[in-house]
């Protein structure tokens, strides 16, 4: 059972009944956007920008400051203890407000740090991250884009690309995309680690901002794409629900 099925929603509901108001108006926002966009990317932007005005934290999927940095020093302390070394040029695409991004920019050399993100307004609270954390001088890179085409970047220039809670957003076309183009800008042997939604069962969407994906789906894909790839099960045992996988160019 997928969890876009009514028996599950029903289900879901009978469990937690005080979240049928805010799925309510999840609903409700998701088909006035539909209306008003033309594409994913703009459909997700808005999204965005309906979240962090309300709070930037939560944009990014952090229901508490605690838990923003918390998560933000486990995707740092996973990527440190799995190679990324001070020396390394990053790319990280879906920055957002630095949940992680705060602590890479403070260990990579000035300058190695580069941030991409669809939403403009989630890289102004980004620009406030710098701020209050007093990374300036580490000239970090934070651009706004509309597609993951990498167009503006230098070939070969990468030693890590990372994206965390991106492909768990993402239909297909968008992920596809990105494994199309992201091997350009990467050296040779560099790697590229995202997480994404799992499921073993049907692939599935809730409305147009969750998908799930099987792993086998996303290696086929980049696998065409020229990728060896790599699930990462030590990932698994951290306190964290999506899954996460490494490609190798």
């Not at 929603?9 to 088909?31: E, K, M, S």
Request: aromatic share 12%; glycine share 6%; proline share 5%.
């Amino acid at each position: 059972m997928t969890r876009n099925s009514l028996l599950h929603q029903a289900r879901y509901a009978l469990r937690h009944p005080d979240r049928v108001i805010p799925h309510a108006r999840r609903l409700t926002r998701d088909l006035w956007f539909r209306l008003q966009t033309r594409d994913h990317v703009d459909y997700y932007r808005a999204v965005m920008r309906s979240d962090t005005e309300r709070n930037p934290d939560r944009a990014v999927g952090s229901k508490s400051r605690e838990r923003w940095l918390k998560l933000g020093k486990t995707q740092f302390d996973y990527l440190v203890n799995h190679g990324l070394l001070p020396e390394h040029r990053m790319l990280e695409i879906g920055c957002g407000n630095l949940r992680a991004g705060r602590l890479f920019i403070d260990y990579l050399n000035s300058g190695h740090y580069y941030g991409i993100d669809i939403s403009p307004d989630i890289l102004f609270a980004a620009q406030q991250t710098l701020a209050d954390f007093d990374l300036r001088d580490k000239l970090p890179h934070l651009t706004p884009v509309h597609d993951l085409r990498f167009d503006f970047l230098p070939d070969e220039y990468f030693d890590v690309v990372h994206a965390h809670s991106v492909f768990s957003h993402s239909p297909p076309r968008v992920i596809e995309e990105c494994f199309a183009h992201v091997g350009r800008v990467m050296k040779p042997g560099g790697w590229f680690d995202f997480t994404f939604d799992r499921t073993q069962g049907r692939e599935h969407q809730v409305l147009r901002e969750d998908f799930y994906y099987r792993t086998e789906t996303l290696a086929e894909m980049a696998e065409r794409h020229g990728f060896k790839t790599m699930f990462m099960d030590d990932w698994e045992r951290l306190p964290h629900k999506q899954s996460k996988m490494r490609l190798v160019k």
